[in-house]
């Protein structure tokens, strides 16, 4: 009797050991399986969130992940994510057409025109009406996972940047830099200006 109370016990030692460790193993992926399910997770996406690129627009994809208060939350958070981003390309565009522009003019003050330039940029770009970005395409991914296509069209970031020359003179003439610098900055903005009116058009 003691003998067959002893084997029963063990018997479910050995079970509940046993389950812990099928439950443990099928939580735990292999790096192989985890890769897998990326690919499989990547390929079930809306070409639009691999490539966002629109005709006449500058575009981004917002992303959030699943959230139990549901799309009434997820929906802002994702457009929020989309907006920062439209900010970092329209901040990228117009860096790179400032690097191109100021290859071709020598400037005294070069430090105190950088930091003047990039105060500008910031501050129009904070000033940019990024809320009127237009969401023109949304999905949920099996995980939950939510992504927001939205655009802002080109012509309107032209009418905000085209207010980067007053901002400029202000933050040159707080810099207290020398009128020439002043001048060959304003070349430089001429420039840049033209360049900027081609690519965001």
Not at 124 to 133: C, E, F, N, R, T
Request: net charge positive; hydrophobic share 40%; with cysteine.
């Amino acid at each position: 009797m003691k003998n067959g109370i002893m084997l029963a016990i063990g018997l479910a030692i050995a079970l509940m050991f046993s389950g812990c460790a099928s439950s443990s193993s099928s939580s735990s992926s292999t790096p192989a399986e985890k890769k897998e399910v990326m690919v499989n997770t990547t390929n079930n996406l809306p070409s639009w969130v691999i490539n966002p690129k629109v005709e006449g627009g500058i575009s981004a994809v917002g992303m959030t992940g699943y959230s139990k208060h549901g799309m009434q939350v997820m929906i802002p958070q994702a457009e929020m994510d989309a907006r920062a981003k439209l900010a970092g390309k329209i901040q990228t565009i117009v860096s790179q057409v400032q690097k191109r522009a100021m290859r071709h003019v020598k400037i005294n003050d070069l430090d105190e025109f950088e930091n003047s330039f990039k105060q500008a940029t910031k501050e129009i770009i904070k000033k940019m009406p990024l809320s009127g970005a237009q969401r023109i395409n949304l999905f949920q991914a099996k995980n939950g996972d939510l992504y927001v296509h939205t655009i802002i069209q080109k012509r309107v970031v032209s009418e905000h940047l085209g207010d980067m020359k007053t901002s400029y003179k202000k933050h040159m003439k707080e810099a207290k830099v020398s009128r020439q610098s002043i001048d060959e900055g304003m070349k430089v903005l001429d420039d840049m200006m033209k360049e900027l009116d081609v690519e965001t058009k």
